[in-house]
């Protein structure tokens, strides 16, 4: 298992302004993912977190709006940046501790408790 | 990921099983089918995984088809705390991410 730790838990933010998101895992995980979750919304996958390149972003977001690094195997940060209200949401973190065989997902994924931003 | 098909909500009476359906006809030989839960202002929580066996593990059951069709799961003795939304995914394979859709809300009825 993997344990989550995501900071700040919650924030309200001014238009305009950036905030980061912090995620630390208690143990070097593979792969690092983060999602956001609009009111009453599922989630959506913003973009994977590679360790030591650029992160992959899925379709309709851009690394401009949602900066993301990944030092080492433990953390990653995601940058909310100039923040307008549409952006108030859940973000979450999530992790994926190890790898099944070449290309199959067969283990479980763990998610932190998310970062519920308000932008006023 | 495979395109995955759930009914929007279901409601099931404290103690009895809760029985969970998700169709994924499209899913292809080699890709697994995950269940997770959201349970109201957490992060998902993993519940089960399977590819061609029925699976069973502390928390629920899995039984998938022999077609790999759909599957369905089981909470054998629901209790409140079982209120939450759950997820049906296929991960392309290769894809190694999650893609939810909008699930399940069960709501679990004294």
């Known amino acids: 298992s993997a344990v989550i730790s995501q900071k700040p838990s919650r924030d309200i933010c001014q238009r305009g302004t950036s905030l980061t998101i912090q995620c630390q895992v208690d143990s070097q995980v593979t792969m690092m993912f983060w999602y956001r979750q609009q009111p009453g919304q599922s989630l959506t996958l913003i973009a994977t977190?590679?360790?030591?390149?650029?992160?992959?972003?899925e379709s309709g977001f851009v690394i401009d709006k949602f900066p993301i690094s990944r030092p080492n195997l433990t953390f990653s940060t995601l940058t909310v940046s100039n923040m307008s209200p549409e952006d108030s949401s859940i973000y979450l973190c999530s992790v994926d501790p190890g790898q099944g065989a070449p290309g199959i997902l067969n283990t479980e994924a763990f998610f932190g408790q998310g970062t519920r931003l308000t932008v006023v | 990921d495979a395109k995955t098909t759930q009914p929007p909500s279901m409601d099931c009476a404290e103690g009895r099983a809760a029985n969970l359906p998700c169709n994924h006809s499209t899913i292809s030989g080699n890709e697994y089918v995950y269940w997770y839960r959201q349970i109201h202002s957490q992060g998902p929580q993993y519940i089960i995984h399977?590819?061609?066996n029925n699976e069973t593990n502390e928390m629920a059951s899995l039984i998938i088809t022999e077609d790999r069709k759909s599957s369905t799961l089981i909470l054998p003795h629901a209790t409140l705390r079982d209120t939450a939304v759950y997820y049906c995914i296929v991960p392309i394979r290769g894809a190694q991410k999650l893609v939810f859709g909008q699930g399940t809300r069960l709501t679990i009825n004294p």
């Open positions: 977190a590679n360790q030591g390149s650029e992160a992959t972003y």
């Open positions: 399977g590819l061609k």
